[in-house]
């Protein structure tokens, strides 16, 4: 049995006498066998082989226990919180991704990186492909940040970057930033994900070929990701988000990705007028002036690894309106609204016919669960109008029912809480958001000859 050619190579065929059929069929049209149509494979003439290369003695495979790690110690930049977030210092080799919003401060601060650097002894290298050189060195004038090891480039094409690095030889590569860099090896004008992608590869094989720590700054998109392909991120090292708000002069930098150290850890800074400013001991940043006006309570806040006391205040004003208003800065609007309805509830503090304002102090957004017992607090204080004592802080979540849960990292709150001086802690083993009122209660102050009130 004959079939007809076409101009269209046939998809099936007989592995036996060579039948083809435009479809599979389940005995061949020409022996009469069954089973043995096949779908043919179209023959290219191509033949793909990878032949194995023996590796160097340098490259040979080793033991891990025989890994030696002194070979590639840790260095300083110079800023202490900065250090904190890598991990205790740069690592040789290592390629660090910095991100951060239009006017955050990330130039500025990997300025003073490379300032610090270079005052150590160690030239660094700073290509910068969005601002001139003489615009660098004005902000490096007004910030202090002036040495002859430190090295300025203003350079957008990636092979005269890497020749101003064969030349100068630098021991830190600053590169501010990716996204305006271009290679004439890929496509695209700069800031392309081909371009990003083939920019950011070639600065982490410099540095891993020559043991070159590189800090590469990446633009952010609208919604707060890092710009670029996602590839980015998995290339480098350590990626490290600068966050800040711009009605306050607080920044923090926190590693969302780091191979060389923890990721829970923050770096906390200050924006001055002459620069930026590290902040070991950040907790008189987010404190009153030692009030004792009734709405206020500290709770311990936690950023990564630093436990921070945050001042909580609450004002409450009597209103006719219909819908009362519930303005809040710094917390959660949401579980402050919760909050406002476990009290009215579970408590008895009416505040639906008031209108309930919810701010922390110094700008610091405090939006985990912690802060729901320092909210509550505050709340009754304010309707109350009763003070809270001084050296007393709050640590709990609320439950719908009523109870005060235990937070992570409780131990690591209360020994801060401690440090700080707050001798009277309130928390979980209050067991009910009533409880822990009375508590408050019981250790404020009340006048001689008479027994403090409960609600």
């Known amino acids: 049995m004959a079939t007809r050619r076409t101009s269209a190579p046939a998809p ?24 043995t149509v096949v779908e043919a494979a179209e023959q290219t003439g191509l033949v793909r082989t990878m032949v194995p290369v023996a590796p160097s003695a340098e490259r040979v495979a080793r033991p891990i226990t025989a890994i030696d790690t002194r070979d590639a110690p840790r260095r300083t930049t110079g800023v202490g919180e900065f250090d904190r977030v890598l991990g205790g210092g740069l690592v040789p080799g290592a390629a660090i991704l910095l991100s951060g919003e239009p006017g955050v401060g990330k130039s500025t601060l990997l300025l003073e990186v490379a300032a610090q650097s270079a005052r150590s ?5 700073y290509a910068s492909a969005e601002e001139s050189t003489a615009q660098v060195r004005l902000r490096a004038e007004r910030t202090g940040a002036l040495h002859d090891e430190l090295y300025i480039a203003a350079e957008t094409d990636l092979a005269t970057i890497l020749g101003h690095v064969d030349e100068v030889r630098p021991e830190l590569l600053i590169v501010d930033s990716v996204q305006t860099v271009s290679s004439a090896l890929s496509d695209g ?23 070159l720590p590189v800090i590469i700054v990446g633009h952010v998109t609208k919604d707060g990701t890092i710009a670029g392909p996602r590839v980015l991120e998995h290339l480098v090292d350590v990626v490290c988000q600068f966050e800040g708000d711009r009605q306050t002069s607080l920044r923090f930098v926190r590693a969302l990705k780091n191979r060389f150290g923890p990721t829970d850890e923050v770096g906390c800074f200050d924006m001055t007028g002459s620069g930026i400013a590290e902040v070991a001991d950040p907790s008189a940043l987010f404190l009153g002036h030692g009030s004792v006006e009734p709405g206020t309570c500290v ?48 408590a008895g503090i009416t505040t639906s016919n008031l209108d309930v304002y919810v701010s922390t102090v110094g700008g610091v957004r405090f939006t985990e669960p912690a802060a729901d017992l320092a909210i509550a607090i505050a709340v009754a ?20 029912a009523g109870e005060v849960r235990r ?24 067991l009910t958001l009533r409880g822990a009122l009375n508590d408050v209660r019981r250790r404020a102050k009340s006048r001689p000859g008479e027994d403090a009130p409960t609600f």
Request: with cysteine; charged share 25%; aromatic share 4%.
């Open 407 to 430: 937070v992570t990292q409780s131990s690591q709150r209360r020994s801060e809480a401690t440090r700080l001086g707050y001798a009277d802690l309130i928390d979980d083993r209050s």
């Open 299 to 346: 709770a311990i806040a936690l950023e990564g690894r630093r436990a921070l006391p945050v001042e909580v205040q609450a004002l409450t004003i009597a209103t006719a309106a219909p819908n009362p208003r519930r303005i809040v800065n710094g917390v959660d609007g949401a579980r402050v609204a919760m909050v406002l309805a476990v009290l009215e509830k579970r």
């Open 381 to 400: 204080g304010s309707v109350r109008n009763e003070s809270t004592p001084q050296g007393l802080a709050a640590i709990g979540e609320l439950s719908l």
């Open 12 to 35: 099936y065929k007989c592995t036996e006498c060579g039948w083809t059929a435009p479809k599979w069929v389940g005995r061949c049209g020409e022996c009469q066998q069954w089973g």
């Open 121 to 125: 002894g160690r030239r660094v290298l």
């Open 189 to 211: 004008m700069a800031g392309h994900p081909s371009q990003v992608r083939e920019v950011a590869s070639t600065l982490i094989r410099v540095a891993k070929e020559r043991g």
